[in-house]
């Protein structure tokens, strides 16, 4: 089945830890995007990138880091410089810059 | 992106239709109107989008004014599945960034 993946769903780390968040698409999409979400509270856009080894900050990119080495592949760092990590973090992708996103299943980060 | 205003929330009941409205007085003429839900504890999905004219999918119907300063979507018989938060985005299609600007949607509920 064609789809996005994120793993792991849930993740616990101890403050001042770097982690990893992982996402994969098999829809053979361009662009992909990482968002974050608080409780209550809509999506705000962290990184996106519209092409292998190309990538822009979004609105709220500081204390976190990316790569597209792959066009299947756009792991999220989550670095002990941001303050707020705890979140749930949702990976979404689109065949290009212009058309409707598809969203992973999310996970939820709790950082103490 | 000019913004949205969606009611925090709705109630219906199940096998009934649904009509949840949003305004967006300052839309430009390059704005399309997209809908998203998203389930508890899920990404967000697509539902709908359009530009000036009325819109049908498997999903929903989307309505749109004839001034395009409100949209309503519609869903033709609730089920206790469509429990969700709903989004209405806009989107320039000139912006190449494709960043979706979700806000706090309208929490939908579905009572049996």
């Known amino acids: 089945d064609g789809g996005i993946t994120q793993s792991p769903k849930y993740l616990f780390r101890k403050e001042g830890q770097n982690v990893t968040l992982s996402c994969e698409q098999n829809l053979n999409h361009d662009a992909m995007y990482w968002y974050r979400q608080d409780p209550g509270q809509g999506l705000r856009l962290i990184y996106y990138?519209?092409?292998?080894?190309?990538?822009q900050k979004g609105d709220i990119a500081e204390g976190y880091s990316v790569s597209r080495e792959k066009k299947e592949s756009f792991p999220l760092t989550v670095t002990s410089a941001q303050k707020n990590p705890t979140a749930f973090y949702l990976c979404?992708?689109?065949?290009?810059?212009?058309?409707?996103?598809?969203f992973g299943p999310g996970t939820r980060l709790t950082v103490t | 992106d000019a913004k949205t205003t969606q009611p925090n929330s709705m109630e219906s009941n199940e096998e009934e239709p649904v009509h949840l409205p949003c305004n967006h007085s300052?839309?430009?003429?390059?704005?399309?109107i997209h809908w998203y839900r998203q389930l508890p504890s899920q990404g967000p999905e697509y539902v709908i989008h359009?530009?000036?004219s009325n819109v049908n999918n498997r999903m929903a119907s989307l309505a749109i004014a004839e001034d395009r300063k409100s949209s309503t979507l519609i869903l033709h018989r609730a089920t206790l599945r469509d429990a969700a938060v709903y989004y209405c985005?806009?989107?320039?299609?000139?912006?190449?960034?494709?960043?979706?600007?979700f806000g706090t949607g309208t929490s939908l509920t579905v009572i049996p």
């Open positions: 990138s519209q092409i292998v080894n190309d990538f």
């Open positions: 359009g530009l000036t």
């Open positions: 979404a992708s689109s065949m290009h810059s212009r058309v409707e996103q598809y």
């Open positions: 300052t839309i430009s003429g390059t704005d399309y």
């Open positions: 985005i806009l989107r320039d299609v000139r912006d190449t960034g494709n960043q979706f600007y």
